[in-house]
């Protein structure tokens, strides 16, 4: 049971760092159809700039901060230098542009900051919290907690507000969108704002659990997209679910079955899944129009 | 896709094309005519990064450092540094660039061993001597020709590890690895020498090289009956967050990680979880605490100096590892007198005596690495510190 | 017959021209390398440009030729070509078995399923070290042809270029045969085509089959130009890299391929020029090429030329 629990608790840590990354996915791709590649990168600004800002003797929060807007800047930036400009191309040369943007942003990482990998301390100290025999980091409630909250923002802001309105109209159909009036530049301008901001606060809030540099980027962006798949693209409970059993799947895996396979085992489930469900679990389905 | 080009993007593929011509013109190769060239193929970025940036630092500063000095039987020297990120392929391209480009006598480098393999066929085949920055002992068994290499093998840690181990009655051993080249080419050395090292393997467990979070794999070993020690066999940021895990998981066993850690920013990201943590290495980071007769020690303390003074970095033993294969190399030119690729090898062949920052190293052509089990000092992390074990 | 023809034999110019420019092995080396890439991409592009179909996977079928290439002569003791056919064959049969159920996604899905296709194969290529050598890779053994050692850059770069002229052949045959031209439809709207009476799930099998054998060809063909393969080679990286050469050069091109893939493995080499700025300017470049030319280099640029004349 102890084994169990440990396993659990393991696999919501990192379930909860795909989520956090998966739902910022979400929230381009329903304003704008772009799977953001770069996604991973604000993860790393969050994470880089914090660590940084600190050592330039910046208090933490302060720092965390400063980390926050400096992600913002970068999305904003992707959003008006490289996606605006294509915007009539289709969704893959969107992709490769995205692409384009991480090599971009990790590059001027790799040069600005540093190679090597940082550290955060935990917010609430490193020592260990006993729960039925599992020893877990007080920092993975964090993420939790951190997860649960933008995704609450997320839900509330799509479902509640004018401007979430508006960006999933844009999402459901551009041109409707504009023909009743919605400034969808504007509504994709502040998808990639927001989307860079919740990257960074990820980024901020994982780096005392996974370390960071500038590299981490591609990796997260990969299993975040995989995440938001197996989840239903485009919806964030698929996002918080799906990153979730992700990494618990990981976990198990690890745990029970074969450390070698563990990631093999997770595409397994995914590929049944997606056999079984071609639009993810909480996917809408959709259907093409001729 | 249709493609509507209007008039003004016209303009600008023109001026955008304009633009790449003048890059491409630019980036031919402005060559020196009296220097003698030698090639790097390093992973700069990329995964193994934190090797390849030191690797590059120390070339570049003892290249400047040589040249300052007049150079090598007069002539200066001149670095040529690639950065195949870690990847076979790009090495293999720069291997060969490096040879039939940049007409260089010799290349130090590959990060590694992965790079280092697919670059061997490269320098053999051309007759250039070739100094691997590389772990793994299937660089240098069999012996390749034109193929030298100045880490310690993996092979010769896990003796290291293992006779420390039964030394302090520990016999049961329980192995985490990465699934990376260095992790999986070590944890299969160990599995090979644990039995004649009189220690057997009873927990196996391994990660990815991006993984976050080693719990499970911790908490298996953990509940494994009779397991007595632990052994990490993996580089990079893993084995830091393997310590963490442990520190979290509150398991008390004795940690041994390998060479592959021999850097600060272990230290530094494993936090106090690193404390009491054993591993093998080169006595270049315990330089200072060497006895004064120790003929390393103004070697060793040299090096470190320079390093640290020049970079503002913490000192660790894979930049020293291209410290040794540079000046190896330097002396070979000298004693051959001469800048031909094949003299320059045999005179590395010869190599007798050389002390560098991993230990003495004594070539044959039977053994193209040179360092005996000796060289590897045990360490013991105390205090936030590297300390010599024994 | 003209716009047949017009492609292979522009390629095959090009591949004939080239060489007057190179002055080293070196150079031949990067030539082999644009062709064996071409290939790979000519493949993927039957997949993505004629069918519509994405795939984040396709270094996995370069993977298992590369490998086949190495593993088989090394230890079964096959011929270096006979495994190479070996390679396609099994690439096929694993298009073919896997290809149904995963073509059956769309868009978004289908390209992650094709993702963990990917994977798998890297996993196993890596996890598996008594036959695979492991992360490290192994040694890919030189093949011999009637007592004549086919060894060194030149060799294949005429080798490489060969099969990539005979790939553009096929290719473009596969477009106008009645298969391509359902394909072709399937890529404009699969309900319409179903309606009209293709065979929806059969075409995109047949696309994807064709895909994974061009795969195949050019990673056994980049073993040899090597002599040692990697795991890498079947990575997630390598398939983004097949995909963003597809979408430069321009989806659909067949000269598209070769051009994407001719930015991607020279342009990486002149950038070597900024040291530590390389990733960052070609991070810049593939944005710039992609804002500027949003169709890709190849029909971008013809359509441009195209206006010219008509001025």
């Known amino acids: ?290 | 896709m249709k493609s509507e080009c209007s008039g003004s993007n016209r303009g600008r593929v023109l001026a955008w094309v304009g633009a790449v011509g003048a890059v491409f013109l630019a980036a031919q190769p402005a060559s020196a005519a009296d220097t003698v060239k030698i090639g790097a193929s390093l992973s700069i970025t990329g995964p193994a990064s934190f090797l390849g940036e030191p690797e590059e630092k120390t070339l570049k500063i003892y290249v400047d450092k040589i040249n300052a000095q007049g150079g090598v039987n007069g002539r200066k020297l001149e670095l040529v540094v690639y950065d195949d990120a870690g990847d076979a392929n790009k090495a293999r391209t720069f291997a060969t660039r490096l040879v039939e480009e940049d007409k260089v006598v010799a290349i130090v480098g590959g990060s590694t061993t992965g790079a280092t393999m697919a670059m061997v066929p490269v320098a053999e085949d051309a007759k250039v001597p070739f100094i691997s920055l590389a772990g793994a002992i299937v660089i240098v068994d069999p012996v390749k020709k034109f193929v030298f290499k100045t880490p310690h093998t993996d092979r010769m840690a896990c003796e290291k590890i293992f006779a420390d181990m039964k030394k302090r009655g520990l016999t049961k051993v329980g192995i985490i690895s990465g699934t990376g080249g260095f992790g999986k080419s070590m944890h299969d050395e160990c599995v090979k020498v644990a039995s004649t090292s009189g220690v057997e393997i009873v927990a196996d467990e391994t990660y990815g090289p991006k993984d976050s979070d080693m719990t499970p794999q911790l908490t298996n070993i953990k509940n494994k009956a009779g397991v007595q020690a632990l052994l990490n066999a993996d580089f990079g940021q893993g084995p830091a967050i393997v310590m963490r895990n442990i520190k979290q998981l509150g398991i008390t066993l004795p940690v041994y990680q390998s060479h592959g850690v021999a850097s600060k920013s272990f230290i530094d990201l494993a936090g106090p979880a690193a404390e009491g943590v054993r591993l093998p290495a080169a006595a270049l980071l315990v330089a200072d605490k060497l006895p004064a007769n120790d003929p390393q020690k103004p070697i060793a303390v040299g090096y470190a100096q320079t390093y640290e003074k020049e970079t503002g970095k913490p000192v660790s033993t894979f930049g020293g590892h291209a410290y040794d294969g540079l000046m190896m190399l330097v002396e070979a030119m000298k004693r051959a007198g001469s800048a031909d690729p094949v003299k320059i090898r045999d005179e590395i062949e010869k190599t007798k005596g050389f002390i560098g920052t991993a230990g003495m190293f004594n070539m044959t052509s039977t053994d193209h690495m040179g360092l005996d089990l000796g060289a590897f000092k045990m360490l013991q992390i105390k205090n936030g510190d590297w300390t010599l074990a024994d | 017959m003209l716009a047949r023809l017009g492609p292979p034999a522009a390629i095959a110019a090009v591949i004939l021209l080239a060489p007057l420019l190179f002055q080293s092995g070196y150079h031949f080396r990067i030539g082999a390398l644009v062709w064996i890439n071409a290939l790979a991409v000519i493949g993927l592009n039957v997949l993505m440009g004629l069918a519509g179909q994405v795939s984040l996977g396709h270094a996995g079928f370069f993977g298992i030729g590369a490998y086949a290439a190495a593993v088989l002569p090394a230890r079964y003791g096959l011929h270096p070509l006979a495994a190479t056919a070996a390679g396609a064959v099994l690439c096929a049969a694993v298009a073919f078995t896997v290809g149904r159920p995963i073509l059956r996604l769309k868009g978004h899905y289908l390209a992650v399923a094709t993702l963990g296709l990917g994977m798998l194969v890297a996993m196993v290529l890596t996890n598996e070290v008594w036959l695979t050598g492991g992360p490290d890779g192994m040694p890919a053994p030189r093949p011999d042809l009637g007592g004549w050692r086919i060894s060194g850059p030149e060799t294949w770069y005429w080798i490489s270029g060969t099969v990539l002229v005979l790939g553009v052949l096929l290719a473009q045959n596969l477009r106008i045969s009645p298969a391509g031209l359902a394909l072709g439809a399937l890529h404009d709207s699969e309900v319409a085509a179903g309606t009209l009476g293709v065979d929806v799930a059969r075409s995109k099998l047949v696309a994807f089959v064709v895909s994974a054998v061009y795969g195949s060809v050019a990673g056994s063909m980049l073993a040899f130009l090597n002599g040692h393969v990697t795991p890498d080679r079947a990575g997630f990286l390598q398939s983004i890299e097949f995909v963003t050469m597809a979408v430069l050069g321009g989806l659909g091109s067949m000269i598209g391929s070769v051009a994407g893939a001719a930015v991607l493995v020279v342009i990486p080499q002149v950038l070597t020029f900024f040291h530590e700025y390389e990733h960052l300017m070609l991070g810049v470049l593939v944005i710039l090429i992609m804002v500027l030319l949003p169709s890709g280099v190849v029909p971008a640029l013809s359509s441009l030329l195209a206006r010219r004349r008509k001025e």
């Open chain 1, 1 to 290: 049971m102890a084994e169990f629990l440990q396993f659990t608790s393991s696999g919501l840590t990192v379930g909860a760092v795909y989520a956090l990354v998966a739902l910022g996915f979400t929230l381009i791709f329903n304003a704008s159809g772009v799977v953001n590649f770069a996604q991973g990168e604000f993860v790393m600004l969050g994470g880089m700039g914090t660590v940084f800002a600190a050592a330039a003797g910046v208090p933490l929060p302060l720092a965390a901060l400063l980390a926050v807007a400096l992600a913002v800047v970068a999305g904003l930036l992707l959003d008006g230098l490289a996606i605006r400009p294509a915007r009539q191309a289709g969704p893959i040369v969107l992709i490769i542009i995205t692409i384009g943007a991480a090599l971009v942003i990790r590059g001027l990482a790799q040069v600005f900051f540093d190679k090597e990998f940082h550290k955060l301390p935990g917010f609430s100290g490193d020592a260990s919290i006993h729960i039925g025999g599992a020893a877990v980091l007080p920092q993975t409630f964090w993420v939790l907690a951190g997860t649960l909250a933008i995704f609450s923002g997320m839900w509330w802001f799509m479902t509640r507000t004018m401007t979430g309105k508006a960006l999933r109209a844009t999402a459901a159909n551009r041109l409707a969108a504009e023909l009743v009036g919605i400034d969808t530049r504007l509504v994709t301008t502040l998808a990639f704002a927001v989307s860079a901001g919740i990257g960074a606060v990820a980024g901020i809030l994982i780096t005392p659990i996974t370390l960071t540099n500038y590299d981490i980027g591609t990796m997260l962006a990969l299993k975040a997209f995989v995440a938001s798949v197996l989840g239903g693209m485009g919806n964030p409970i698929g996002a918080v679910v799906g990153g979730l059993l992700l990494g618990l799947l990981e976990a198990f895996a690890a745990g029970y079955l074969s450390s070698s396979y563990k990631d093999a085992a997770a595409i397994v489930v995914l590929l049944l899944v997606l056999f079984a469900m071609p639009s993810g679990l909480f996917g809408s389905k959709s259907v093409e129009r001729v």
